[in-house]
């Protein structure tokens, strides 16, 4: 992975962003960037002096909250900068109402942070409908048996550990895939849906692929695909998934939707 140097995005004396990586995905086409930051050393002076807008319902939030949407934000600016001349430095990732980002026109992204990381994943409108990304530690055994049955089902658990994957290791990918499967999917259907919703159905293990299919109803309701291809990447304690694509009917970067 490339260093970003610190002539993209001003750097502080605090020293509360750390080292800061940004690569195009060769899987699937995206710009990643991520950054390591130091909770310790946050201070809400860092917005102002990074030049990221601290929303009110942020600033409302407790110290740890503040810090990682910084850290998100901070590498959403440097991610968004990749993508001249569609957006500029000024440009902001609001938040909605459901604290999901508001990205400019023209740009579709995510934003994940786990720990003392944040990770942003953008791609320009006209090659990507929807783009959701995911990191996750490693569950515990005992939160595994926790969320279990409201993360997936049986067959979905035993699909994954006849590839010779652990309960852990599957329990958490099918969380994660799940996770960026709703955030690329919400922007466009605007719909809190949950787990239930998507089925783990195809695990390409040599691909890093986990194929999820959206039920039937929830599919036909919003005129979806049911299949999406989830990449993933496997660290030695965490868990990556990239959920991107375009949909069926595209005309110059659009979609129809009947």
Known sequence: MQEVTAKIMPRVDSHFIGKVHSVVDERTGVRLVTCEFTLANYQPVLYSELGIVMPESIARAVPKRQAEFLAGRYAAAMALQHLAPVVDRGLQVGIGEKRNPLWPNGVVGSISHVGTV???????????????????????????????????????????KAHGLSDR?????????????????????????????????????????????????????????????????????WIQVVTCGVFPGRISGAYFRG
């Open 169 to 237: 290791v599957a329990l958490t990918l099918i969380f994660s895939a799940k996770e960026s499967l709703f955030k690329a999917l919400y922007p466009s259907v605007k719909d809190y849906f949950g787990f239930e919703v998507a089925e783990a159905c195809e695990l390409r293990l040599n691909e890093h692929t986990l194929v999820l299919r959206l039920a039937e109803r929830f599919a036909a309701k919003h005129n979806l695909p049911r299949e999406y291809e989830c990449q993933f990447t496997l660290g030695e304690h």
């Open 118 to 160: 944040a990770v942003c994943a953008v791609s320009h409108g006209t090659d990507k409908d929807y783009l959701g990304i995911d990191v996750e530690v490693l569950m515990s055994a005992r939160v595994c048996r926790e969320i279990a049955a409201i993360v997936a089902n049986r067959q979905e658990r035993e699909l994954l």
